[in-house]
């Protein structure tokens, strides 16, 4: 009795730890995150830095959003029964599958993003040079593949490595645009750090995962066989489809 109540109690200690861990990362990066628009603000005016805000919000937040396949859901949940059964060879084949679900998404994004960004500058009359830059937010999209990393991140509990992650991606933005700011430099290049930026943080993520998963001699996922996934996982397409289909359900 007494072992199951400390077991609880370790549970809820873990699910605080983690939940505070988040939440300080979030606090973090929003701060420098505001830090950076200040600066923007300042230097482009209202006028450009609505037009930066607006194409950061429809590349990264409204077409990723709607493209993007929620992986990392199935993937914490059937990969924590994988773990706990000790198949690793099941893991590392849910991952890959992961995987390309993400790749899959990311190319549908970019594809939309990039056609509805060139329809809308051509209707608006933007420059060859603007329509460059803006059509150049689709490669972000194309190049965030952050699902199955943060899948494995949670499932081995680096939560510090997230929070981590989301402070440094936003420093590394302050700092970018510090020095545009500094450089008196104009919209363009404030619309690159903001690309920049943004892949390099889905990349970090990335590339944690790929780390922890060979901390864990969890090696060579991509040339784990997809054969029989999912009567290895029964439900797992289900899962898939049913956790992405929810949220636009509410």
Known sequence: MFQGLNRNKEAVGRVYRHTGLLVAGSIGASL???????LAARRLGPGSCGFLALLSTYAFSVIFGLASFESW?????FGARALAESKPDDFKGLIKAGFLLDLASALAGGTICAISLFVFARLKGW??????????FSLGIFLRLTGSSTAVL???DRFDLLALQQVIAAGLRAACVTIVYASRAGLSAFLMVWLATEVAGAWMTTLLG????????LRRVFRSSLRGINSRFPGLWRFFIVSNLS????
């Open 210 to 217: 790929i780390r922890e998963l060979r901390k864990r001699s």
């Open 127 to 136: 420059d060859g040079a603007m329509t460059q830059v803006a059509m150049l």
């Open 73 to 77: 859901q199935a993937l914490i949940h």
């Open 32 to 38: 420098l995150g505001l830090l950076s628009n200040i």
């Open 154 to 156: 949670r499932l081995f």
């Open 247 to 250: 949220p636009a359900c509410v």
